[in-house]
């Protein structure tokens, strides 16, 4: 039941922050619409931890300005190869293995990787634990295999180091 209170929370000030109108007529019909869609959720089953993984916020707070911090430095290399007139790529498909094992932790994952600019995550082989990645460069290949994101997509799904 907490979680769907949670989540009728985030769907309501979700609302708010679109709606921009607060009379008091429409911040109760948005209240009473977030409640009954939450319920709907919960009785449609998406108001579950891999729906609505509000207990990963604390550690989302961690993670999302290292990824942010990530995709800034890849936009900058990824421009300047796109600005460099001689085209300095070297395209890359590989496996790297996952480490992940949630659900959630397995979208942040692959969603993080594809995020970046110049990798995106090709194919995801669950059985095997594996990505299958392309990479615009060999070091972006390189930063990928080296397994900080994973290391870090792990401590956020609630994994050990």
């Not at 985030?10 to 708010?16: D, E, T």
């Not at 729906?51 to 999302?64: F, K, M, N, S, T």
């Not at 110049?118 to 634990?129: L, P």
């Amino acid at each position: 039941m907490l979680r769907t209170a949670s989540l009728a929370l985030f769907l309501f000030a979700f609302w708010l922050l679109l709606s921009g109108h607060y009379t008091p007529w429409l911040v109760g019909a948005g209240l009473v619409i977030s409640i009954l869609l939450a319920l709907a959720g919960r009785r449609l089953g998406f108001a579950d931890e891999e729906g609505h993984p509000v207990g990963r916020l604390l550690a989302g707070l961690l993670y999302w300005p290292w990824l942010a911090r990530e995709i800034v430095k890849s936009s900058l290399s990824v421009t300047r190869i796109i600005l460099d007139p001689k085209l300095p790529i070297s395209p890359q498909l590989f496996h790297t293995k996952v480490s992940t094992r949630t659900p959630v932790g397995i979208a942040t994952y692959a969603n993080s990787i594809t995020l970046t600019p110049g990798t995106i995550t090709a194919g995801v082989d669950r059985e095997q634990g594996r990505f299958l990645v392309h990479a615009l460069t060999k070091a972006g290949a390189d930063d990928v295999e080296a397994g900080e994101m994973d290391r870090r997509v792990r401590r956020f799904e609630g994994g050990a180091e």
